[in-house]
């Protein structure tokens, strides 16, 4: 059974850095892309960043180019989103998502607010 669990919330002010984690479990993750989405308050989910298999190509919505970074470890089926410069409208629930060939699938979130 695929499970994604996210960590690494949390409430900090404008300014500050979070690193969120997602730990996956129940297949081997390594030739998929993974990614990250968030969905604000009275939004919708929208894509956040992207990484391909080995790690060698990223891709990231404009507003959080240059200040957030996705990194995965294959080893340990861990994808990780590294927030810096964080502002008070990157407050949202983010989850991390991979697409297997048989479905897609999500955890259930991490909070993360921001101050101002």
């Known amino acids: 059974q695929v499970q994604l669990v996210e960590s690494g919330g949390g409430l900090v002010e404008a300014g500050d850095s979070l690193r969120l984690s997602c730990a996956a479990s129940?297949?081997?993750?390594?030739?998929?892309?993974m990614g990250w989405f968030r969905q604000a308050p009275g939004k919708g989910r929208e894509f956040v960043a992207s990484?391909?298999?080995?790690?060698?190509?990223?891709s990231y919505t404009d507003s959080v180019k240059g200040r957030f970074t996705i990194s995965r470890d294959n080893a340990k089926n861990t994808v990780d989103l590294q927030m810096n410069g964080l502002k008070p409208e990157d407050t949202a629930v983010y989850y991390c998502?991979?697409?297997?060939?048989?479905?897609?699938?999500w955890g259930q979130g991490t909070q993360v607010t921001v101050s101002s």
């Open positions: 998502n991979v697409q297997l060939l048989e479905g897609n699938y």
């Open positions: 129940g297949r081997t993750f390594s030739m998929y892309a």
């Open positions: 990484i391909n298999w080995s790690g060698g190509h990223t």
